[in-house]
């Protein structure tokens, strides 16, 4: 059989944020930015657990659509492919349906773990 499955604490880590393949490893760490992809344009960044993904994104020199930047105008709306995030504020404008589809407003959510996002409008800033 193979040794693929990951070994916690078992040695120095192959990968920048757990196992060899980029699969998060449970919990933000804040010392190993985590990965976020974004689909289609397979453009990719890294965040903090304590920035928003779109804050995380500009700095890497990646434009995300926004307006107000705070939750409410939903300019920004994506959908999460996988991963886990938390919000910054309480009330994020979507609905609960539209949370259980995976929809996601990257202004006020933080990565928790690696992400896979789906944002047509992402490009790379010039
Ligand atoms: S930029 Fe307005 S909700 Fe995200």
Known sequence: ????????????SSGPNGGPNGEPNG??????????RIAPSGLAFAAEPTQSILEAALRAGIRLPSSCRNGTCRACLCRLASGSIRYRVEWPGLS???KDEGYLLPCVACAQSDLDIIAPGARRQD
Do not use: T
């Open 1 to 12: 059989m193979s040794e693929a499955s990951s070994k916690p604490m078992s040695g120095p």
């Open 27 to 36: 919990e933000p760490d804040s010392a190993s930015p985590l990965r976020v």
């Open 96 to 98: 609960p349906d539209e």
